[in-house]
């Protein structure tokens, strides 16, 4: 057995059986399974020397309840005849994301903030690949009791990520979560939903029919094996998961202290993009996403789709505009003004000589309509060159 | 003449008819008089030794439209039967925040941003002291064509600042100006109302009768003499001093280029509390806001009167509580436990020798709680000592 190499059936059968003999991101059977593989993990785990006291105690509560062999077996056939698959880190698509987790350290002592880890395996329904469905991906979620403007606001961004390419992550929660797959779908694009419990039985079952078409034409996927309940500490497990596999987070609406507001410490603390929408103050369901904007400098306001992509593409693919800057006065600029303009960069500054070279002009001429930008405001000169005045800063011409 | 003293009535005089010789703020007019006093800079200006051209042309349209030395009188008198005055910075009633203008440099060359230097007098009506007024003070600023999501908030906000004694500082324009200044007067407090005209013909006319409450218990204010209209520039000119004058500014509401936007850079650029309300995405009169909130790190999301107040007050004097914290640990506490928790200190670290000493315990007893703390999440350990876990930050029973 300790022979398995990983990727084959023994290492796959071993690391299902470690998932149900300790809760995902187990911090001590993750290192013990990276420095002597799983198959070795649950010899030593089965054979009772577990130096960790409440991870013994896991095991032998739960070693009683079952073979974890037997168990894991039985998992992996349901699992064939129910048309999912267990997905290995050794196997091609694994979304590589998660293992960011392996270095995750978050404040506060408590188990679930402690117990962050990569998952040791992924069960997955659907037809798409892992890695490449969250290749480019976003994770859009939040409150189970949604109002109809966080609904609305997710509709319109998670279609408008979903028609650029990008692929909507979220639980299949209902409110938010919901709106957001829904979206997605809408716009024949594809979802991925991030679960508590097993694959062949999706929470909430008032979501099914969704649940249905997620698994036909995105992807399910969960760390527990079929038959896996949704219970309630498994949804703040698995949101480091959602937070790991994606570019981003977007919460859209949360009350205060809730599951979203945990997904985005997670996302703040792998360095993944934090991104918040906000809404009126007189509303609950904001109250969690405002309470962020305070408490955490690291997330980001956005209030459409624009905003989304320039914070998870990469740099200079997606520039939102900003809304109405002075495009009056930039109007009315001469046209060698307009080319000297156009050749300052978005960010940083530039020198007369290079910005001559760069708009096709003249140093002269160059030097004299910096002056005129100067007066008009759009331009400011620094030590080491010219820069873009703030106001001046607008997005080129683009697809978004 | 130059043998005037700064406060007696030539200075007086002169510093009027400087105002009306250029727009106050100029920044040339300003260090002339820095430099050699009101009157004297007075008798250069009208004497055409003017090294500036466009001050030079300024004073050359002016002077041909009327003596500058008669009209000041004229205004001064009319004021006189106005029940108004005139204050300049020699009173003791001047409100000296403004005087953080003569530093104050902005990004952008244009005229508006180069000419913010600190007013030369202030007229006013309403028989309340400027100084007194101003010494706490928040303005509550926004867009004319607010919606009821922005009257409702701006009325919730500037009565709860009023009933802490704060002073609400506006514009006196329709929509969240004029909210502001109502909720203020509903609560029977002392609300500032800073004109672009003449004190004696407020702008807008539709606001008379509020514009006439304010006069009566609180203040009406105006860099510009009685006459004066409500030109378009004369707002993004008062601006400053709405800014300057407070410890902070809140924008309720504001459309992409408002001139609260403009206001708000003036607070960030002058170190006072820049503080934001957000609103749904979905609103065009919070496009602003959201702006704000993305393009200047140093605006806060506020989203009620306690939260404003945790800005402005002087530090510990309020803390806005976290929306539900985690009270239910907390609640669950030993005796000593507690007594460990609620001796730490809301920011920074401290050490256990320190702790006993606070909490009246054995240093035995505080390390054996920290370590129980630790685990529930509510402390951190750090090199220096322990601090409190984010989530533990809760705000003493207290006032607000």
């Given amino acids: 057995m300790s022979g398995s190499r990983p990727g084959d059936d023994a290492d ?3 690391r299902v059986a470690l998932t149900w003999l300790a ?3 187990n911090r001590a059977v993750w290192q013990l399974v990276q420095a002597g593989g799983a198959e070795a993990t649950l010899d030593r785990l089965l054979g009772g020397d577990i130096p960790e006291p409440t991870l013994r105690a896991a095991v032998i509560s739960r070693t009683t309840a079952g073979d974890p062999r037997r168990l894991a077996e039985a998992a992996l056939h349901r699992a064939e005849r129910l048309g999912a698959r267990v997905v290995v880190p050794a196997d091609p698509e694994w979304p590589t994301g998660v293992d960011s987790l392996s270095t995750l350290e978050l404040e506060g002592g408590d188990r679930i903030n402690r117990n962050v880890r990569p998952p040791l395996c992924l069960w997955v ?3 798409r690949r892992l890695d490449e469905a969250f290749a480019r991906s976003v994770a859009v979620v939040g409150a189970r009791a949604a109002t109809n403007y966080g609904v609305h606001v997710t509709n319109e961004l998670a279609y408008g990520l979903a028609e650029h390419g990008w692929t909507v992550v979220s639980g299949g929660a209902f409110g938010i979560d919901a709106a957001a797959h829904r979206a997605a779908l809408t716009a024949g694009e594809l979802t991925v939903a991030v679960l508590a419990c097993g694959v062949d ?4 079952v008032g ?3 969704m649940f249905e078409q997620i698994a036909e034409s995105g992807l399910l996927m969960s760390e527990w094996p ?3 309940d949704p219970l309630r500490h498994r949804f703040l497990i698995r949101n480091r998961v959602i937070a790991a596999a994606t570019a981003g987070t977007v919460i859209v609406e949360a009350a205060a202290r809730s599951g979203a507001v945990q997904t985005l410490s997670r996302t703040v603390a792998l360095g993944r993009r934090a991104m918040v929408v906000p809404g009126p103050v007189t509303s609950a369901m904001s109250v969690g996403c405002h309470e962020l904007l305070r408490r955490h400098p ?3 306001v956005v209030t459409g789709t624009a905003q989304v992509l320039e914070e998870v593409g990469t740099i200079g693919e997606y520039l939102a505009e900003i809304p109405r800057g002075r495009d009056h006065v930039r109007d009315d600029l001469d046209e060698d003004s307009a080319l000297v303009l156009e050749a300052i960069p978005r960010r940083g500054t530039v020198g007369p000589e290079e ?21 008009a405001g759009l331009v400011v000169r620094r030590s080491d060159g010219v820069a873009l005045a703030r106001s001046a800063r607008r997005a080129p011409p683009g697809p978004v």
């Avoid at 039985?201 to 909430?204: A, D, G, I, Q, T």
């Avoid at 760069?358 to 005129?372: D, E, Q």
Wanted: aromatic share 2%.
């Fill in 125 to 127: 329904r659907g037809g």
């Fill in 226 to 228: 079929p038959g896996s």
């Fill in 355 to 375: 910005l001559a070279a760069r708009a096709g002009l003249g140093v002269r001429t160059v030097l004299r309509r910096l002056s005129l930008l100067e007066m």
């Fill in 12 to 14: 796959r059968m071993a």
């Fill in 298 to 300: 690291e997330t980001v």
């Fill in 201 to 204: 039985r999706p929470y909430p």
């Fill in 207 to 209: 979501n099914s029919a």
């Fill in 23 to 25: 809760e995902p991101g």
